[in-house]
Structure formats: C-alpha cells, structure tokens
C-alpha cells in the first residue's frame, strides 16, 4: 500500500506598481516586482511486507498521469481562489469612506452566464429611501479595459449635497466589468442601446435596495456616458425623471456620414423617449463641432423629444472637459439645480449634508513657455516607461495633472476631489519626496 501526502504552498502575488493598472489610480515611475507562485508535492511511500494487493496496480505511467491530474487540479484550485481573493480586494483600496463609497459587482444575465458589471456607490449618512442619480462614463482613446473605474467626483459631492444616492456602473468590457466592449461598427443608434442595456442591468439592482427611492431617479453622463444616457431614455425605465447629456456622442471619423449618423440615431431615440432631457455642449469642443450638436439637438426635438440645450460657448482649452473641470461647475450646476427642480426632485443643498462639498485642491502652478504639452520627448528625468506613462497622462480626461522627480520618478492622476494632489503623491513613491508637477490639465507648469 502506498501512502501520498500532498502539499501546497502559494505565496500571494503583489501587484505591480508601475504600467497601467485597471482601477483609476494612476501610478508613479519605478521598475515592478512581480510576486511568483509555488507549489511543491512530497511523496513519501512505505511497504507493508505480506499484503497482497486486492486488486491489479495499475500500470506506473498511468499511476504518474493520475496522480499529476490530481495534483494540478488542487494546484489551480488554490490558484483560482487567490486570485479571486486578490481581484474582490483590490478595489477596496480605491474607496472613500468620508463619502460613503463601497464597490459592488452587479450581475447581468446572459449567454454563457452573462456578465458582472462594476459598480461604484456613494452614499449619504442615513438609511434612506434615497433619490438615486446614476453617472455614465465616457470612453478614452485605447484598450477600454484598461480604463480606470469613473469617480466623477464635483458631480457625486453636487448630488450627496442633496441627499441622493449616486450609482456609477462600468459598462461590460471597461475597467474590472467583464464581457466586451460592443462597438457596433458605423451603427452608433445600436450602440446606445447596447450599452444603455448594462445601464438597465445595474438599475434592476439597484432598485431592489431599501436604501433607494425607486420612484425618483436621474440618469445622466458625459461623453460616451451622455450618449449612452440619451438611448437609455428610450425604455422609459419607470421611475427616472430626468435624462442629462453633457456632450454626448461618438465621434466617428472613419465613417462615412459620421454626423448625420449621430443625428439620425439621436432622432430614433427621441421618438420612443418619454422623459425630459437637459443637454450641454460648447463651441470649442475637440469632440463635437457646432455644427454637429445643434444638428442633434435639432433633430431629437423635431422627432418629439423634450430637451433643453445648454450652449455654452468657449471653454477652456476643450469644452468636452466642461463637465469635469472646476470652472465648469458654474456652468452645469444652476442649471441643473432648476432641471431638478422642475421634476420635483431634490434642487437644493441639505444642511445635515454639508460635510460633503467639494474640499479647497492644491492650486496649479503657472503655465510656463518650458514645452507644448503634447511633446512627449521633453519631459526631463523619465525613460521610456515614464514616457509612455505620460501618454496614457495625455489620453486621459480633465482635470489632470503629471509629477516627475530628478531620479526618474513619475506620476499621474485625473479627476477626483484634487488630482494634482494625488499626482504627486503617486509620484513620491519613487521620487524620493523630490516630486514637482510638470503638466496641469493642458498646459506645462514645469520651471527648469
């Protein structure tokens, strides 16, 4: 008889702290240390004389085989199982107690068991029932997997100010969300609604919590987000009163007819939308010209849509940042306020919620003549990993900021309460606390 003692071993993997990581925080320069797994069998046999086995030993190949088998399954058991571990705990390091956030992932179902949608909550001292505002991302330039979870902080703190409960999903195949990003080629009408079908799997969810109010809802988003938002209006999801687009769209060079196609889909929704809309866009959008929002604008209203265009003029550097930016929040914020008001949800700040305005950020340094910001190749200190992290810096949205250091250390962060902040503090864990800011939203702060 022969006696197998089997024993695992496996050592926890520490994520690396350089390239681009999956949730929205941004990372400093520094090469990665990657963690190893291990996993190690002692076999131990002992001969009991004069015991005839009762039945045939298999042959010795085939004994090894079965034995390898059983070993590899309980190896990639443990596997499985620390990863899992791993990737339920990783976005808990992101979240922000002092503004109730929790991270949950919301099942969808469908082919092949369907897909789990990540999902940030925030929510307001107290047990509810709630008003609930659901905030729809955007989608930036490249692999949309690698795209940070969305914490569209001025809006979320506008709205806890107010007492509602704000929900921000990650569309399938952005950020931790499983499945794929569905483009639907040159058909931008199906992609609204494909993606407006995650935004509705999420609301189920939510729904079923005693914490939410169910009969006062507000659906709104930003860019992709905005878009998504306008087709979602299409199901008429009983209970949400209001539709916000801060321009919304997919710009789609390589199609031919690119606009008209906006506006014809834009058309298709508003002729199955039943709820009220609040639109805003500017002149000096990289996005989306004049031309192509007051086409839109004009052709949902005609096909008996309601909607209010805020045209806003120049802003900034890019007006498709209006949204996220500061010295946009007197721009969206009355105007929101009074849409609020007109669906009879809550309009004005609640004095038991004051502790969630938006705290006073570090302020950005002058803009200096040291380099256009796009010129990756001037960025002093960096190598090549540092000039790549300040494309990824480059492709993300407003506000933004990138820190370097003289030993080649680096950092970024956008959005959230203070990202020139967080971007230094990102930065000094590599930079030796020698960290100075070199670029803010568009332009170069950097003094040689």
Known sequence: MKIVAAETILVSIPFESGGLPPWNAPRAGAGPERGAQHAECRAQVRRVPHVRPRKPQLPRMAEIVIRANAFLWSVARHVVLSLAWLLAAIPGRAQDVSVGESIIEVHKPGFLGGQTLETTLFLPDGVGPFPVAVINHGKAPGDTRFQGRYRPMPAVRFFLQRGYAVVVPMRGGFSKSTGSYIGGGCNVESNGRVQAEDVKAVLDHIVQQPWADRERMLVMGQSHGGWTSLAFGALNYPG??????????????????????????????????????????????????????????????????????????????????????????????????????SLDLPAEVRPEYGKYALPVPMKAPPKTDFAVVDAVDRVPYVKDRGRKGYGDFLNSLEPRAFAIAPNGGWGWANGGDDPLARALENCNKHGARQCRLYAVDGDVVWQP
């Open 240 to 341: 949400v009163r209001g539709l916000v687009n801060f321009a919304g769209g997919l710009r789609q060079v390589d199609c031919a007819a690119w606009e008209d196609g906006l506006a014809r889909a834009v058309a298709s929704y508003a002729r199955e939308t039943k709820i009220p809309s609040l639109w805003f866009y500017g002149d000096n959008d990289s996005y989306f010209s004049p031309y192509t929002y007051k086409g839109m604008y004009s052709r949902y209203t005609a096909a008996g849509g309601q909607a209010k265009l805020v045209a806003f003029g120049v802003f900034g550097r890019d007006a498709h940042n209006m949204f996220g930016a500061r010295a946009g929040q007197s721009i969206w914020q009355p105007e929101m306020s009074r849409f609020l008001a």
